[in-house]
């Protein structure tokens, strides 16, 4: 398996524009986590889906941010519009069932929003 | 009280010297503590992990250590090398297979040669 992919791996956009990052979890995983990493407040959970139904979305920062996962094999995260604020690189991770077995990541969107 | 607080924020340790980064939490419900190593440019990646019912655990030259009655884990590396430089997360989670994890800021570990 070649683990979790995402893509883009590098965004840079200008404020105001819609992002849409994308990500496969491992197939198999049923459990799917999209996480924010910033130098200042570390690795923040945004949303979590297991089975495909979003689960605790309390991370999510504001309305611009919304997460889908249409079926086991894909999930998105939109920001619209987006705000240099929101420059980070974002993770998503997967799971065999929950957070209590290990979860694997991937390598991330690093975002830029001028 | 979701938080997890990490201690030191960066660390400097010698070849083959022994590095100490602690976490401690306030949840009593959390029940899995991992510890994920993250080199630049790559997502987080799990080293190791343990349960409450277990007061430390190995593996390698990883060892955990575990203080339930102080809410307090730690991560032992020892004979630590320079490729063992990254940014360690120490982990909890809550609400057991339905949860999700709640990680602490990070560690920079650097290890001279």
């Known amino acids: 398996d070649a683990g979790v992919i995402q893509s883009p791996r590098h965004e840079v956009t200008e404020m105001g524009q819609e992002v849409t990052l994308r990500c496969k979890p491992i197939?198999?995983?049923?459990?799917l986590f999209w996480y924010r990493q910033t130098m200042m407040r570390g690795l923040e959970l945004l949303i979590y889906?297991?089975?495909?139904?979003?689960?605790?979305d309390s991370g999510m920062p504001e309305d611009r941010f919304s997460a889908k996962m249409p079926n086991a094999s894909f999930s998105t995260l939109k920001i619209q519009p987006s705000e240099p604020r929101d420059s980070a690189v974002y993770f998503c991770?997967?799971?065999?069932?929950?957070?209590?077995?290990?979860?694997?990541f991937g390598q991330g969107t690093r975002l830029t929003v001028v | 009280q979701q938080q997890v607080k990490q201690s030191p924020q960066s660390l400097i340790v010698q070849k083959g010297g022994i590095s100490i980064i602690n976490c401690a939490y306030e949840?009593?419900?959390?029940?899995?503590f991992p510890w994920y190593q993250q080199f630049p440019g790559k997502g987080p990646a799990l080293l190791i992990a343990?349960?409450?019912?277990?007061s430390e655990k190995k593996e390698g030259r990883f060892t955990i250590s575990f203080n339930k009655s102080a809410k307090q884990f730690s991560l032992h590396i020892m004979d630590s090398q320079p490729g063992d430089s990254a940014t360690y997360f120490c982990?909890?989670?809550?609400?057991?297979?339905?949860?999700?994890?709640?990680f602490g800021k990070g560690t920079k570990l650097s290890v001279k040669p």
């Open positions: 889906f297991n089975n495909n139904v979003p689960i605790d």
């Open positions: 991770a997967s799971s065999a069932q929950g957070g209590n077995t290990e979860a694997f």
């Open positions: 343990i349960r409450p019912d277990v």
């Open positions: 949840n009593t419900a959390f029940d899995y």
């Open positions: 982990a909890a989670l809550y609400g057991g297979s339905q949860g999700n994890l709640i």
């Open positions: 197939s198999g995983h049923n459990s």
